[in-house]
Nanobody, 126 residues
Framework: QVQLVESGGGLVQPGGSLRLSCAASGFSLGYFAIGWFRQVPGKEREGVSCISTRDGTTDYADAVKGRFTVSRDNAKNTVYLQMNSLEPEDTAVYYC???????????????????WGQGTQVTVSS
């Protein structure tokens, strides 16, 4: 059964850091691109970052460039999102998903992604 499971969310003060994990089961991550998205109630799902687990190339939304870093550990079948200098505006449920049909990152259109995880809540507040 193909499944992605996010973890690592929580409550953090502004300026703090969190590392999210996206663990895959039922398939090998080493041939796909994995995207991170976030969503707040009442708003559309927003692309945050993407990594090609095949060649390690990455992409970031402008809102998180220089603060977030995506990485992968193919041996652990896991993708990570290191989030530094967090801001209240980063508060959201964060999801990971598999980009269909391409192994390289190609935009942040949610409809292009499948096998969404259940999400992990990130709250940035003092």
């Amino acid at each position: 059964q193909v499944q992605l499971v996010e973890s690592g969310g929580g409550l953090v003060q502004p300026g703090g850091s969190l590392r999210l994990s996206c663990a895959a089961s039922g398939f090998s991550l080493g041939y796909f691109a994995i995207g991170w998205f976030r969503q707040v109630p009442g708003k559309e799902r927003e692309g945050v970052s993407c990594i090609s687990t095949r060649d390690g190339t990455t992409d970031y939304a402008d809102a998180v460039k220089g603060r977030f870093t995506v990485s992968r550990d193919n041996a652990k079948n896991t993708v990570y999102l290191q989030m530094n200098s967090l801001e209240p505006e980063d508060t959201a449920v964060y999801y990971c998903a598999v980009l269909r049909s391409k192994y390289y990152c190609s935009g942040f259109v949610p409809d292009d992604y499948s096998y969404w995880g259940q999400g992990t809540q990130v709250t940035v507040s003092s």
